[in-house]
């Protein structure tokens, strides 16, 4: 992990103490900030969930997970200091300005809206970066219209940039190397981010036979002289766990330290990705209300197929920060742990891991939900990090009553395949709309909702992907005959785009001829070797 000396304390400030009482905190402050901004409140530091370090944001960001294995949270969710009237008006670039200056405090305006430029700009095919689409009564936010078609380069465009503006920030001068576990579309969306970005280099782990061949294709072409991909003889979790145990190893640290390398995360964990993802929602509600389809202030509610629980939480943060989000409707596709989890109070991994046709969705540790754990224990960080131990030994946990009646705002639901494949299907035959399989789990578990509750709050619909990327299910979910095997991946991308009247995406369009570049495996203990080869240590 990346250790840095802790900034100069510059002004101290009350304002930490809303709630109340207490001594006058002490507020780390970078040197040469107005004194103004500082006796605002406005700095905002992280601190972890299984302890009391307490960072900056572009220490949280360098980092990605806390010394003591805890994830950073802010200390506080900021309030939108804009109204969804006057963000109506704006892009989404500066709405992204709006959201992520409250967060990144200690990146200046210029700074912060030179990586908003950098990452969202025309790699992304719409001037709009995530436009709505309307039907059968709810708004798809389309999240996949960056690099890689999915909704992970939303974050993976700006967390590059982030990073590099966080380490000249913080006199960091060693190579950040990303170390990447990836159960699909991460790995290519962390790729395509940090190729060729300089001061970095990246290794992306991903699952052998776990993810779709369109995204081993987009993964194994990548080029760049800084980025190596791998595929491991194991499923995502184990790839996460081994990605956890290299940045775990001290060593392993130490020894790279020693020949200028310092190891860094571009997993969901690391709060540089989860900040960008709050911008889409407010961004989502801001259009729905200057388009006139809500009115301004009127409650909506969330679904969000879900994995990692990254996606999600930062529509939960969106709300803390007083958008008028009333509930979360948190999807999964049949590796149900979350949805057992809402239902019981007890999150258990202990059970057979499904491969299904929403593979970013087929994981049973959630690792953001630690970040909702810990504001369901009241930010303890000793209770946090007891369940999360209980979690790494015995595999489960189970929490309090207390702490269940303060998950009231979220809703699991799940979608079994056939179940997801169907929606695909009808939305297709009785709109034309064409969803891929993470988002018709949503799609299904947002029906089954409003079956069962007659709820009619207009509803935003993540939708996490192009059906591009996941071309031969969905086009087997729209009629069997796809399914046979005599139809290559391009030929299906051909007929989906003759189907749904949407051109084949340039990210498709671009790995039909590219050469496979790399070809590195290994078994899951083997992962240690390839990383000291990479960088050079043998
Ligand atoms: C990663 C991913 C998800 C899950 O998002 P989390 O933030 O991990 O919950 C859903 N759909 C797609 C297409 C993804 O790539």
Request: hydrophobic residues 40%; negative net charge.
């Amino acid at each position: 992990m990346i250790q840095i000396a802790r900034p100069e304390i510059v002004c101290y400030t009350d304002l930490t103490n809303e709630e109340g009482g207490g001594e006058p905190e002490p507020l780390l402050h970078r040197k040469g900030r107005p004194a103004a901004e500082c006796e605002e409140g406005m700095e905002i530091l992280y601190r972890s969930t299984r302890g009391d370090e307490r960072v900056s944001a572009s220490q949280a960001i360098l980092r990605g997970l806390s010394g003591d294995g805890g994830l950073y949270v802010p200390e506080r969710i900021p309030t939108l200091t804009k109204t969804p009237e006057e963000l109506g008006q704006m892009d989404y670039r500066e709405v992204a300005y709006e959201v992520m200056k409250l967060f990144f405090t200690d990146f200046s305006k210029e700074e912060l809206q030179g990586c908003i430029e950098k990452a969202y700009d025309d790699k992304f095919d719409t001037e709009e970066i995530a436009p709505l689409a309307e039907a059968e009564g709810a708004f798809y936010l389309e999240l996949f219209h960056g690099k890689t078609i999915a909704f992970k380069d939303m974050a993976l465009s700006i967390l590059p940039h982030l990073m590099i503006t966080a380490a000249k920030k913080n006199r960091m001068d060693r190579e950040i190397v990303i170390l990447t576990a990836t159960s699909g579309d991460t790995g290519k969306a962390a790729l395509a981010g940090f190729a060729d970005v300089p001061g970095t280099r990246i290794v992306v782990f991903y699952p052998k036979g776990g993810v779709s061949p369109v995204q081993e294709k987009q993964m194994v072409t990548q080029k760049g002289d800084n980025v190596l991909v791998v595929g491991i003889d194991g499923n995502f979790d184990d790839a996460q766990t081994g990605v956890k145990k290299l940045f775990a190893d001290r060593e392993l640290a130490a020894e790279l330290e020693e020949a200028g390398f310092v190891f860094s995360s571009a997993n969901s964990i690391n709060i540089g990705r989860l900040v960008p993802q709050i911008v889409y929602y407010v961004y989502a509600y801001s259009r729905l209300a200057a388009e006139g389809r809500i009115k301004a202030g009127d409650p909506i509610h969330v679904t969000v197929p879900t994995g990692n629980f990254g996606n999600i939480l930062a529509a939960f943060y969106a709300k803390n920060m007083g958008l008028p989000i009333a509930r979360l409707l948190c999807a999964s596709n049949e590796n149900k742990v979350l949805y057992d989890f809402f239902q019981t109070g007890t999150y258990d991994r202990n059970r057979e891991f499904i491969l299904t046709s929403s593979p970013s969705m087929d994981i049973l540790i959630s690792s953001n939900l630690e970040r909702l754990i810990f504001r369901l224990t009241g930010e303890d960080p000793a209770r946090t990090a007891e369940l999360m131990a209980a979690l790494a030994n015995g595999g489960r946990y189970e929490i309090t009553e207390e702490m269940r009646e303060r998950l009231g705002d979220f809703y699991g639901g799940y979608a079994k395949e056939e179940e997801a494949f169907r929606k695909i299907r009808s939305l297709y035959e009785e709109t034309g709309y064409v969803i891929d399989t993470h988002t018709a789990v949503a799609a299904a578990v947002y029906d089954a909702y409003r079956k069962e509750s007659g709820d009619k709050t207009p509803t935003v619909i993540a939708s996490t992907a192009s059906p591009f990327k996941f071309t031969r299910s969905v086009m087997r979910a729209i009629d069997g005959k796809y399914g046979d095997a005599s139809f290559d991946d391009f030929e299906l991308a051909d007929e989906l785009s003759a189907l749904a009247n949407v051109p084949v995406p340039r990210a498709i369009e671009e790995i039909r001829t590219a050469p496979v570049l790399h070809h590195t495996q290994c078994a899951k203990d083997g992962m240690k070797d390839v990383v000291r080869r990479f960088l050079g240590q043998e």
